[in-house]
């Protein structure tokens, strides 16, 4: 229906849900060529929503197909498409999708990045209740990593969201995910609550991929209680069903792919008989047109042949003379873009290595002036009168130094230049930010140890602690979230 009313739309939405049904149904190749079809007309009508959506499930296809780096590039391209329209709900869900390509490549640290980053863009936009796979995949690298508290916490998050939802199919997922995260802190019969809840949700809605999972998981725990009938029973229930659906997804996708053979068999003969049609009436009416074309121009070719290929001779000149002026102005073009490049690298290279030698100079210079200070406190006992008098007022111009040192200024035009936007993204999460604190969140930005941040901060350890706990208090960061990784998110 959508050809005949020539629904250009309409009919890349039918592609890529066939693209959709056939990927769920494990034909990946008849997926890929669905979500392609959907993609070329997609590109022609400059349709981006639909577009950034078939380029993300483009990557889910290449993740089954173990074409790893072809999936991170798909959702790439969906991420770029999203920016240049500004869809912030779609860029979100793009950089989620790279960060679970990155935690199946046990890239871990740049998988949380991505998922945090994808994290903060749904609470910045107030759509929190989408994040729910954002939240199951962080509960899932912090799994890998062995790090439970914080697994179960995202975990929790992602089941609160779903029950929000009432996305009940993905809530057995995640209830199984707690069911094994308990099991291995040693809550082994929270574990086990849990896990027969997912047995029970995955009977009750018929999905036996889930309840195969579940029963594995029932398994597991049994054994770690050295119940090891009970054990074996769980695990032999869910070989028996895993079974059950191998041999049911197999007869399924042979039955879907003699079906999808049939029919594009049947396409083709209609399609060649429409073309054999189409060309026998063609064929006459050439023919009439041929001979009546010949009788009355036959003349007119002898006469003017010369002519024709004077001027085609002249034509062929002027194309190849504008394509040499074409390819000249490309290449100047190009030239000008590497060396606008190769500029802008420099400088951004020269601001950082400004700003890391004037952070290593207030350090350096503040333990001097500390060493100084020491030094001529500890002179006063011994000294004179007048030269108590001399040293005491050298230590107040050096603590008046310490409290107004310019260079802070500096500092920050500085690290403005190689980190854009970092004030003014930082207090869209928390106002009325004293500038001490943005000296520190700035440090942290940079990466600097504890030490180096106390040192050029002109504060104790402890002093520093207080600091970072009154930063994180006013962004708001949630027990088990890192002040670190949040701050270097931005």
């Known amino acids: 229906m959508s050809k005949e009313f020539d629904d250009k739309i309409l009919l890349a939405r039918i592609h890529h849900l066939l693209g959709k049904l056939l990927f769920f149904k494990g034909i990946y190749s008849e997926s890929a060529r669905n979500l392609l079809l959907a993609e070329e007309l997609l590109v022609k009508e400059e349709f981006s929503p639909l577009l950034i959506d078939n380029y993300n499930f483009r990557g889910k296809v290449a993740y089954k197909t173990q074409k790893i780096d072809d999936a991170v590039q798909l959702h790439q391209k969906a991420y770029e498409i999203s920016l240049n329209c500004n869809d912030e709900t779609r860029q979100a869900i793009s950089i989620g999708l790279i960060g679970f390509v990155h935690e199946k490549k046990q890239e871990y640290q740049e998988a949380l990045n991505f998922q945090w980053t994808a994290l903060s863009i749904f609470r910045k936009l107030g759509k929190e209740a989408l994040s729910s796979e954002i939240n199951e995949n962080l509960g899932s690298i912090y799994e890998d990593l062995e790090i439970f508290d914080s697994a179960s916490y995202y975990f929790h998050n992602a089941f609160s969201l779903n029950i929000e939802s009432g996305d009940s199919l993905n809530m057995i997922s995640i209830i199984n995910n707690l069911g094994d995260v308990y099991r291995k802190k040693g809550q082994i019969e929270k574990g086990l609550e849990f896990s027969k809840e997912a047995l029970a949700l995955s009977r009750i809605l018929n ?160 333990k001097m002036m500390e060493g100084i200070r020491q030094r001529l406190q500890n002179s006063l006992d011994k000294d004179t009168k007048e030269q108590k008098k001399n040293i005491r007022n050298l230590i107040k111009m050096i603590d008046f130094n310490f409290a107004h040192d310019t260079d802070w200024d500096d500092f920050r035009k500085n690290f403005e230049k190689v980190h854009e936007d970092f004030f003014q993204k930082l207090h869209q999460h928390a106002v009325g930010l004293t500038p001490s604190e943005l000296r520190l969140a700035s440090l942290m930005r940079m990466n600097l140890s504890s030490k180096d941040i106390a040192s050029s901060l002109n504060i104790s350890p402890d002093s520093l602690r207080i600091s970072r706990y009154r930063l994180r208090k006013k962004l708001a960061i949630g027990k088990g979230e890192s002040l670190q990784q949040f701050i270097l998110s931005i």
Do not use: C
């Open 207 to 366: 999905q036996p991929y889930e309840e195969s999972s579940a029963l594995r998981d029932l398994a597991r725990s049994y054994h770690a209680l050295s119940e090891f009938q009970k054990a074996y029973t769980y695990l032999d229930s869910s070989r028996v069903i895993y079974q059950e659906i191998y041999n049911k997804e197999t007869a399924t996708q042979m039955a879907l792919m003699d079906e999808l053979f049939q029919m594009k068999l049947k396409d083709q003969q209609i399609s060649e008989l429409e073309q054999l049609k189409d060309f026998d009436s063609k064929i006459r009416i050439l023919f009439v047109v041929l001979m009546l074309l010949l009788i009355g121009t036959a003349w007119l070719i002898i006469s003017k042949k010369s002519i024709k290929s004077k001027v085609d001779r002249q034509l062929l000149e002027s194309e190849k003379e504008m394509i040499l002026t074409q390819q000249k102005l490309m290449e100047t073009e190009l030239y000008n873009i590497q060396l606008k490049d190769e500029t802008l690298s420099k400088e951004l290279e020269s601001n950082a290595k400004s700003l890391t030698a004037q952070t290593l100079h207030v350090i350096d210079k503040n």
